[in-house]
């Protein structure tokens, strides 16, 4: 088969490798992007194209994999450019978003799969996974038979995939996000080192893998994680349950969004300031 | 020393256990007190006393161990009843709540000792900790020498043990009620096996142990847990941090905590429906 994936960033590339392992061809949209995903896209094997209106000529399946907060948007772009193949939202996005990007491409005579990844972009098999759901999850699930992303074809409609992510992340990312904040809050306090020593008396080794954590995210992916944030809260609200952990989360990462890699020395004690921003 | 405790609840009575371990007498009020709290009591070796003002006649200091919405309370009783000797709040309050207590007490001729535990009831040494704060917290910490409850003397003014205790439980209470309203999202998507499926995957025994901990924090102590996410919430919003996680966490405590052990079959089912009782 000939399918598209938009965008060939860390994560999209690895979804890209795993269909050209399994035998596809592979198309991007070299368009408005950096050397690094021209690189991944070289190194993928993936095959250039230049435009929106080139690519839904081209192939008979899309793969969305884009930051939350872009997902309606890419789904849109790819309709307007009148698109008929088949199209696989694979987004941190919550259910009612799901069901909001069907209700766009649906009526346009596009099938819509559901899906959402955890894990990290894979480089060995049964260590990231792709959630698939809604009519056409088990046909879409064929395009990934090589791995190493696996798949898990679940039951349910349109945004069960999603749901599956939003409570992942929740964990994971939202956690981190509580545990910033409560760093900040202790730092504040003046009682860190006293925190800590409660924390290694009760579980040796957490204070250090949680400080390496807080650290890593704020300054490598902080910056894309608010959307997502948002995304559960919404999620949450939809549910009826309580939604304050990941609105609060959404502000802790917004706030510690700007610090990069890249610009100089790298400090819990910068991350911390930053959190506490609203004093 | 003669030292007052109010009142002998699960804590409160291991508190002054340890007071009586290390050669003080301890007093208690009986008053309006359950048959429970008297064999507790009795158990610790405790003398009984049967009104506030013949505590305050009686005894050199007085340590609060109460819920955290009634601390305040607490000392503005032991203010009117007439007392001049030390005072020890040992309860989960924000530093702003202490401060409040120390505004009390301190003008009334009172010497004032924030104090906040971590842990369970202790039986064994090693296992649970005071940690006191302000002025007077070294002579505090010489009430408990023989322990089992270990103390903790931290520099800092008022309000520091306070924090320390707010910082470890926004951990332990406010990730268990993330974790609960979390299971109840998953729950109303349908989705909680898949989670589940991949929590187990990445941390093999988180599952069943964070189902078995919210379970048993609904039944046995959710009730009493509210209180502390707002003054964990007050903390965050005097630190400048995003506190949504805490209102959050409150309501998701506020909405279980009518469920008892006592009522009948116990089911994680039972507490996701009241997680999501805003459906």
Redesign the interface.
């Known amino acids: 088969m000939k399918i598209g994936i938009l965008n060939p960033g860390m994560m999209g590339a690895a979804v890209a490798q795993t269909m050209v392992n399994s035998g596809h061809d592979v198309y991007w949209i070299s368009a408005g992007r950096s050397d690094a995903t021209r690189q991944r896209a070289e190194a993928a094997g993936l095959h250039e194209l230049t435009s929106g209106a080139e690519m839904v000529n081209t192939v008979e399946a899309i793969v969305s994999v884009c930051p939350p907060h872009a997902a309606v948007d890419v789904a849109e772009m790819v309709i307007e450019a009148g698109f008929k193949g088949a199209f696989l939202d694979a987004n941190a996005i919550a259910?009612r978003t799901a069901h909001q990007i069907n209700d766009v491409v649906t009526p346009a005579g596009v099938d819509f799969i559901d899906g959402g990844i955890?894990g990290m972009p894979p480089t060995e098999p049964n260590t990231s996974?792709l959630?698939l759901s809604g009519p056409s999850a088990a046909m879409a699930a064929e395009w990934f038979s090589a791995g190493p992303l696996e798949t898990?074809v679940?039951?349910?409609e349109i945004?069960?995939a999603s749901?599956?992510k939003?409570?992942?992340a929740?964990?994971s990312k939202?956690?981190n996000?509580?545990?910033t904040?409560?760093m900040?809050?202790?730092t504040?306090?003046?009682?860190?080192e006293?925190?800590e020593?409660?924390?290694e008396?009760y579980w040796p080794g957490f204070p250090a893998q949680k400080k390496r954590a807080s650290k890593s995210v704020a300054y490598n992916k902080a910056w894309r994680f608010a959307g997502e944030m948002e995304e559960i809260a919404q999620?949450?609200e939809d549910?009826?349950?309580?939604?304050?952990?990941?609105?609060?989360?959404a502000?802790?990462y917004g706030?510690i969004g700007h610090l990069r890699e890249s610009d100089g020395e790298q400090t819990l004690e910068e991350v911390m300031k930053e959190?506490?921003?609203?004093?």
Chains 1, 2 share one sequence.
Do not use: Q, S
């Open positions: 259910p955890i996974f959630f898990r679940i039951d349910g945004g069960a749901g599956t939003m409570c992942f929740a964990n939202g956690y996000a509580l545990l904040a409560l900040g809050v202790a504040e306090l003046g009682v860190l006293h925190v020593e409660m924390w008396h999620t949450w549910a009826g349950v309580p939604n304050g952990f990941y609105t609060a989360a502000e802790v706030r959190v506490r921003k609203g004093k």
